[in-house]
DNA sequence: CTGAAAGCGCTTACAG
DNA sequence: CTGAAAGCGCTTACAG
């Protein structure tokens, strides 16, 4: 914290007595400079301590900023608390780290100021964090000039979506799940931004903001046909515990097989179920999405996918590579929660 | 993602016939521009698709960043996994936030290149999560005329150190724990950074490398007096499930009280005893720090304090504010696992 | 192996 | 209400 004058190239190169290019050269290409000169040059910056060159002069000169932005549409904690979300930020990490690239997270909670500071972020590129449809932030960030990933959705011109297929793994997994089930329901994550639980009858996809759940609850519906009657259940978050209200609210219907959202949903029905004392999967079938460490203990059934490669996947988007040839993996994989 | 020319304020500026000058005023201070000229300006500006201005160019110019970094020891997944972690992370997001400051994570992991990419993140100020008194970025963070808050330790020059008093926390720990016990016993963070987890007999606190571990050893040792047979188990992190293992080898040693480090070591130490019938705090004592939301729930004896609130601190301090007044809040809260 | 010059894109006092 | 000038600290071809 030792506020000393600035010291600068400039400086250094006086100090000794060469053009300010060499000293940069000293930091940035050291070969080509005479050793000699390195080490003057080195001597009178540690003497008048000389941190080293700026980096965000550096970064406007090069025009780059080494630096990648991640936009979140929630609060920090609570995308941390999604087991998920730290999967996918992990497998970004992990890209920084290999291309010595920064990582810059971007909260966003809908407030106005969210559009100055996602601008105001020195960064090459974006990944922007499942959000809905018309989160004004997805326009202001791609309308950037800059490269843009969107994981899960939506889909948005100047923008990458990285994601599974999530109808046709619905309706995959619904195919399994619900097969010689006669009172299918769901446990579904939220509609929308407000993130209000609630149980439904039969809601319409096309009510849905988040594309991701949306779509979902699409591929279910095309395997249904007849969904009048069907009990969906809408959790706030992505959490267990969280989510065993509704967990309980849905079994109150007396369904005899649950698609989850996700592991940590099945989970939830799992919990509410084993207090119920019902038969997994004779009086209940369970199913999920994901396949975290968790679902293969449990013997779950689920759709699997690598959030950590996914995450991967938008930080070399965003980073300016070609995208990856293909969509996000997925499979179904069936265990013993199911009948 | 389009890849348009880049259009600068000069383009700008002189498509509507003004200076460069006032197309910045134009973007951040509106209302000193007559309102024909913001209208022009904004015309002008909408029909070059000019994106406003240069993050990057105008830190340069401001010579300020707007933003903090963040100075992580382990893998991104790693420090995501730990909930205090999670409730530090939160607290320095909410300030941000609050500031309409970025925040840059840095995870490093001892390789040689953490070096360069500390240094070059365009930041105005460091937070370093809890690390090890040698770890060689703290030099390199403190010498770079910046603010630094560093978290539970080591104390550094140039830096400041936000965290609660560990000895005296765990020599008051301790004394509710111990209290009538024979055979008293330690679950223990890591020692050091290879994290290999190892059951030991009366440990030096002398050898242990990181800080915030040293001090609880040391308030323990204050406590105890002869610690010559003290068993010991350390953990290669600070989780629950992961930590089973180390409970488990620790109950071996049939202690009647265990000091744990954390919530969740003591967690892993409660779920441990539940496995063998041991009743608590009758044949056990258990205790633990931090009291997140599950120690309540638990009944268990721990020390409170708040990471959140320490985030903050620490976000404050990097921003360049004068520090908190005083040390971060604890005390000793009693509940039911202890005696 | 080293230097002179230009310029990255912007903002800041200071005039007028 | 608007502009001319300087400069934030650095790097990049290009000469020599």
Redesign the pocket.
């Known amino acids: 914290m030792s506020r000393a004058e600035?010291v600068?190239?400039?400086d250094v190169a006086r100090r000794c007595?060469?053009?300010?290019?060499?000293?940069?050269?000293c930091?940035?290409q050291p070969?080509?400079?005479?050793?000699?000169?390195?080490r003057r040059v080195r001597e009178a910056a540690a003497e008048l301590g000389y941190r080293?060159?700026?980096p965000?002069?550096?970064s406007?000169?090069?025009?780059h900023n080494g630096a990648i932005g991640v936009v979140l549409g929630e609060h920090l904690a609570y995308a941390f608390e999604d087991p998920q979300a730290r999967r996918f930020l992990a497998g970004v990490a992990e890209v920084c780290r290999e291309r010595g690239s920064g990582l810059n997270l971007i909260p966003t909670t809908g407030a106005a100021e969210d559009i100055e500071r996602v601008k105001s972020a020195s960064v090459d590129g974006y990944i922007v964090w499942t959000t809905v449809d018309t989160d004004p932030v997805l326009a202001v960030v791609c309308g950037l000039g800059k490269p843009v990933a969107v994981h899960g959705g939506p889909a948005v011109p100047g923008a990458r979506v990285v994601g599974i297929d999530n109808r046709a793994s619905a309706r995959e997994l619904a195919a399994r799940t619900f097969a010689g089930a006669r009172r299918p329901a769901v446990l579904s994550f939220p509609f929308d931004r407000d993130r209000r639980p609630r149980l439904e009858t039969g809601p319409s996809p096309d009510a849905v903001a988040f594309p991701v759940t949306r779509e979902r609850l699409r591929g279910i519906y095309d395997r249904l046909g007849d969904t009048g009657g069907l009990p969906v259940a809408v959790v706030a978050r992505n959490d267990r515990e969280d989510a065993a209200k509704m967990a309980d609210a849905l079994l109150d219907t007396e369904p005899d097989a649950v698609v989850a959202m996700s592991d940590q949903l099945a989970f939830a029905v799992l919990d509410a179920a084993g207090r119920r004392g019902l038969r997994v999967p004779e009086d209940l079938a369970v199913a999920g999405w994901d396949d975290g460490p968790d679902a293969e203990r449990a013997g779950l059934t689920t759709v699997t996918q690598s959030l950590f490669a996914q995450g991967r996947d938008c930080a070399l988007i965003a980073l300016g590579d070609r995208a990856p040839k293909t969509e996000a993996a997925w499979q179904a994989t069936v265990r013993t929660t199911t009948r």
Chains 1, 2 share one sequence.
């Open positions: 600035r600068t190239m400039a007595g060469v053009s300010a290019m060499t000293v940069s050269y930091y940035n070969d080509r400079v005479a050793p000699e000169t390195l080293g060159p700026d965000t002069a550096r406007l000169r090069r025009r």
